[in-house]
């Protein structure tokens, strides 16, 4: 096997190992109620992630070999029309999964923050809380309690 051939094969680890990130990604927000679930996925996911770094390691190693220190945008252009074919599309296609993989890990990251500031509110509802919502004179000892979610 060439380091060419080697390069693509890596490429398309990737993207796989990116599409499967994009469905443990999508199964968790899914289940964004069930803590059980989402802990279960989050751990596929570091296991999916250590794989994916080992890719990439091997893809930087492959892509120093081939492109010799031109940047990726230079490297593609110096390659002839027929490898230009094989390989854009893929790159392509990996640029494609680190945008949406991105974009889900920013809606999780704002979904998990939300269930946790609703629990938190449900929490201080339940438990109660002594501090008074406004303020009150030095020395008074006024409790009161506020159904109103003080968190910032």
């Known amino acids: 096997m060439t380091v060419?051939?080697?390069?693509?094969?890596?490429v398309e680890r990737e993207n796989s190992l990116l599409q499967e990130l994009?469905?443990?990604?999508?199964?968790?927000?899914?289940?964004?109620n069930d803590a059980q679930e989402v802990s279960r996925l989050a751990g596929e996911e570091q296991l999916c992630l250590a794989r994916l770094e080992e890719v990439e390691k091997e893809r930087v190693e492959l892509f120093d070999v081939l492109a010799a220190g031109k940047t990726l945008e230079d490297?593609?252009?110096?390659?002839?029309?027929?490898?230009?074919?094989?390989v854009s599309p893929l790159l392509l296609e990996l640029m494609e999964n680190l945008a949406v993989l991105q974009s889900l890990n920013d809606l999780n990251q704002e979904l998990l923050a939300q269930s946790l500031g609703f629990v938190q509110f449900s929490l201080n509802l339940?438990?109660?809380?002594?501090t008074s919502p406004t303020y009150t004179r030095p020395g008074s000892n006024q409790a009161g309690r506020s159904i109103f979610d003080r968190k910032v």
């Open 4 to 10: 060419w051939d080697e390069f693509i094969a890596v």
């Open 22 to 32: 994009i469905e443990l990604g999508t199964a968790k927000q899914q289940s964004i």
């Open 75 to 86: 490297w593609v252009a110096s390659l002839n029309s027929e490898l230009q074919e094989v």
């Open 126 to 130: 339940m438990v109660g809380d002594d």
